[in-house]
């Protein structure tokens, strides 16, 4: 698939739209930069402002780091395009993604990868291990759900959603990993604290006898998570964020 030309859309959406495009540009350009892309296999959402339930997702075909602004494709529930776009969506990416954002309100960024380490404690019947502090935040707020091979069908939209209920982290068993978050910030942060968990834990593995925290620790965690971010969640690091990535290419805000 060729890279189009794409026009600039920022005269064609609302400007609360057009921040949200170019935040969610950028998480996907993060997404390439830390190296848990699959191809263009996977996918990151974000749910447009307002009533009419649309939600922007990558144009299929084209890398990550490629995706701008502009090339975001917004459908609506049904998935059909909403704006003209030379681009089609993945339907797999659909399924998973519509589920989500059609059962959780406060879910307006979903993050979806299926990254080595994440597909491999995916596989692992122990799931994610209570061993490192990373692991503490995941584990407060994990959902799991079973294998049922490349979503394509409309009926397993409900079982994601149950499987999910009002988790912020969700481990596809056999498949990779998926956060959800308020914001695109809050979506990339939990992705990278259920990246490192698993990095982790398979280390870890390679070692000796594994220590396991304090089932107490975990219980409290939340309320750390807010202490050490201020209160504001992916919004305390996502500057810094778009800084490191404006200082190599700005090419995503087009």
């Not at 079982?159 to 481990?171: E, P, S, T, V």
Request: charged share 20%; proline share 4%.
């Amino acid at each position: 698939m060729s890279l189009h030309s794409i026009p600039n859309a920022q005269n064609h959406v609302s400007a609360e739209e057009w921040k949200l495009r170019v935040n969610l540009a950028a998480c996907y350009r993060l997404v390439a930069m830390y190296g848990w892309t699959d191809l263009v296999f996977t996918h990151i959402s974000a749910r447009v402002p307002g009533p009419e339930h649309h939600f922007l997702i990558n144009p299929y075909g084209l890398m990550f780091d490629e995706i701008t602004a502009s090339s975001l494709v917004k459908v609506d529930q049904a998935g059909n395009k909403v704006l003209d776009t030379p681009y089609s969506v993945n339907q797999a990416g659909f399924v998973i993604h519509s589920a989500i954002h059609q059962a959780r309100d406060d879910a307006q960024c979903v993050l979806h990868t299926h990254t080595r380490a994440g597909v491999a404690v995916s596989a692992q019947k122990c799931g994610i291990l209570p061993i490192s502090q990373q692991s503490t935040f995941v584990l407060a707020s994990l959902g799991y759900h079973d294998y049922e091979g490349v979503a394509l069908r409309d009926d397993e939209k409900p079982r994601l959603q149950a499987d999910l209920g009002n988790k912020l982290f969700f481990l596809l068993r056999n498949h990779g990993l998926l956060t959800v978050g308020r914001t695109v910030a809050d979506a990339f942060l939990n992705m990278y604290t259920f990246e490192n968990t698993c990095q982790i834990q398979l280390s870890a593995q390679a070692g000796g006898e594994l220590i396991q925290v304090d089932p107490q620790i975990i219980e409290g965690v939340a309320e750390i998570a807010r202490k050490q971010t201020d209160g504001l969640g992916g919004d305390f690091v996502w500057p810094a964020l778009l800084r490191k990535l404006d200082r190599i290419d700005t090419g995503y805000r087009d």
